[in-house]
């Protein structure tokens, strides 16, 4: 793995861990945003790693992720919409006023164990195995 790729990967953990923390004292807008950004940074990672270019934006990263997800047999073709879902997290958090502008504990919760899943299927894609 090259090391730009570990990087983002060692950041999508970092934000898992994050998403989790704030998940525990109900921080739900910061959960769903962390969630994404882990699941942001992995799919950068994959991209990185296979293309050897860097995707700086969301759509841009969404779209490489939702391509090479195509050509990568072990990785769930659900992935790219979890990274939109999430997005939309993101956007809530960010954006939203009002009485919708807070993301449900449900909701925020299932953003985080599938953005661990995310970095997770992502790591071990990338990861070299031995094969002894």
């Known amino acids: 793995m090259t ?18 923390t704030s998940l525990n004292v109900n921080l739900t807008n910061d959960a769903g945003r962390g969630a994404y950004l ?9 991209i990185f790693e296979r293309t050897g270019k ?3 934006t969301h759509k841009g990263v969404h779209t490489l992720f939702a391509r090479l997800v195509k ?3 072990q990785l769930d073709d659900s992935l790219p919409a ?17 009485p919708d502008s807070d993301i ?16 997770d ?9 031995n094969p002894n």
Do not use: I, M, W
């Not at 882990?38 to 994959?46: G, K, V």
């Not at 979890?82 to 009002?98: I, P, S």
């Not at 299927?121 to 195995?129: E, S």
């Open 3 to 20: 090391p730009e790729a570990a990087r983002c990967l060692d950041k999508a953990q970092k934000c898992v861990a994050n998403a989790q």
């Open 38 to 46: 882990a699941a942001f940074h992995a799919a950068q990672a994959l």
């Open 54 to 56: 860097v995707a700086k």
């Open 71 to 73: 050509e990568e047999p």
């Open 82 to 98: 979890f990274l939109q879902r999430t997005y939309n997290l993101k956007a809530v958090a960010d954006y939203e006023t009002g």
């Open 104 to 119: 449900a504990p449900h909701r925020a919760a299932a953003a985080v164990e599938g953005a661990r899943k995310f970095v």
């Open 121 to 129: 299927a992502v790591r071990h894609v990338l990861t070299p195995r």
